[in-house]
């Protein structure tokens, strides 16, 4: 399975940024996509998730400013980024995680985020 994401980039705080990402392969048809984030020095840590049911987590620092959402034909997932910080400044890697036994997961290279004050 890869995973690839684009839509990083530089915005103004208060801006607004979309990534999106992609899952090709061989796809088990139950899993959960979404995205974590990590800055030099610190774990990467989540931002949202999604399931192929359409269940959604969001970590407590971005709910009611990003957005989650996923095409399952496509296999795609999309995060929609409002009102951005200087502290969502950060690189945003893509993930698939497979919900059976022994479900593996997967990560897209990471794609920078950078909003500047």
């Known amino acids: 399975v890869q995973l690839q994401a684009s839509g990083g980039g530089l915005v103004q705080a208060g801006g607004s940024l979309r990534l999106s990402c992609a899952a090709s392969?061989?796809?088990?048809?139950?899993?959960?996509m979404g995205w974590y984030r990590q800055t030099p020095g610190k774990q990467r840590e989540l931002v949202a998730t999604?399931?192929?049911?359409?269940?959604?987590n969001y970590a407590e620092y971005v709910k009611g400013r990003f957005t989650i959402s996923r095409e399952n034909a496509q296999n795609t997932v999309a995060l929609q980024m409002n009102s951005l910080k200087p502290e969502d400044t950060a690189a945003y890697y893509c993930?698939?995680?497979?919900?059976?036994?022994?479900?593996?997961?997967?990560w897209g290279k990471g794609t920078q985020v950078t909003v500047s004050s």
């Open positions: 993930y698939l995680f497979e919900w059976r036994t022994n479900g593996r997961t997967y």
């Open positions: 999604i399931t192929t049911g359409g269940v959604t």
């Open positions: 392969g061989s796809i088990f048809s139950l899993n959960k």
